[in-house]
């Protein structure tokens, strides 16, 4: 789950915006550490809820630990993308900590009940997909961006394309096993999961979009009118977001990539 809070208004160039990001060492520093976080936080959640599966639920356990794998792999890459660069992870800002804010606003499943050793319900299992529904689009839709720009680049275009692919897989997995739960009979309270956090969740991206803007700006010296440019683009996009543009993150349908997740997490080793 990549989300760095960088919403790129239209009316800017997303290619001139972060390409100027990736040329500066310490936009680029922290750009990479706030991805890098994100990523470790999600590892962290994954492997916990694989552990505390409940027993009706136990052939999902290998698939949400190859989820968790997979936000592992992502954080080494981000961390490797800096090592290459001669550069150290920075200290992540609150203000910028997307994962923490959503668990915060209750969004998932509390870390509190994680840290437990209780056994989860099917109703957490049911929480924790919709969760990850709605937070994977979010994902999917970022790299398909950076992939478009950035997918050739010499130094991070392999990286891009290797995190769009796992990501894609990510989503197609929630579908199908939210649609499995629905025909359970979760129907009713998947739906209302789903847009209690697709509402929740386009809050925090703007409140972090902005927020990760800010240190942007001062760090690259934006001018109060490119920076303002940029708060309106964000402003517009959660306007769109809470009109009905939230609708993409809650829809299911039956993926093209069917049992994603189904085997082993690819390797990071070419980028250690």
């Given at each position: ?7 790129v ?6 290619r ?5 990001i990736l ?9 990479c ?7 470790s ?30 936000e592992d ?53 049911v929480?924790?997909?919709s ?18 720009y950035f ?9 891009v ?18 649609l ?9 309270t ?15 991206y ?7 803007m ?7 010296r ?5 920076s303002?440019?940029l708060?309106?683009g964000?402003?517009a ?6 009109a ?6 809650v829809s ?8 994603a997740l189904?085997?082993p ?8």
């Amino acid at each position: 789950m990549v989300s760095d809070g960088m919403e790129v208004p239209a009316m800017l160039s997303a290619r001139s915006l972060f390409q100027e990001i990736l040329d500066n060492d310490e936009s680029f520093r922290l750009f990479c550490s706030i991805a890098a976080s994100g990523e470790s936080q999600g590892g962290w959640e994954n492997g916990r809820i694989a552990a505390l599966v409940p027993d009706s639920q136990r052939d999902l356990a290998p698939k949400i630990t190859r989820h968790g794998a997979d936000e592992d792999k992502h954080g080494r890459i981000f961390n490797a993308l800096l090592r290459k660069r001669g550069l150290e992870p920075v200290d992540v800002p609150a203000a910028t900590d997307y994962t923490m804010l959503l668990e915060r606003r209750g969004i998932g499943l509390a870390h509190e009940k994680l840290r437990a050793d209780q056994p989860l319900t099917e109703q957490d299992i049911v929480t924790y997909l919709s969760h990850s529904r709605v937070t994977e689009q979010r994902a999917a839709d970022q790299m398909v961006m950076l992939r478009k720009y950035f997918g050739d680049d010499p130094e991070v275009g392999k990286a891009v394309k290797m995190i769009s692919n796992d990501e894609d897989n990510h989503l197609a997995y929630c579908h199908e096993e939210l649609l499995r739960f629905a025909y359970a009979g979760h129907g009713r309270t998947i739906q209302n999961t789903l847009r209690e956090s697709a509402l929740a969740e386009i809050v925090i991206y703007r409140d972090v979009s902005l927020a990760v803007m800010e240190h942007m700006g001062r760090i690259l010296r934006w001018s109060p009118v490119k920076s303002r440019t940029l708060a309106a683009g964000i402003h517009a996009m959660y306007a769109y977001e809470r009109a009905g543009g939230w609708r993409r993150m809650v829809s299911l349908k039956m993926p093209q990539r069917r049992d994603a997740l189904g085997g082993p997490a690819t390797s990071a080793a070419e980028f250690a």
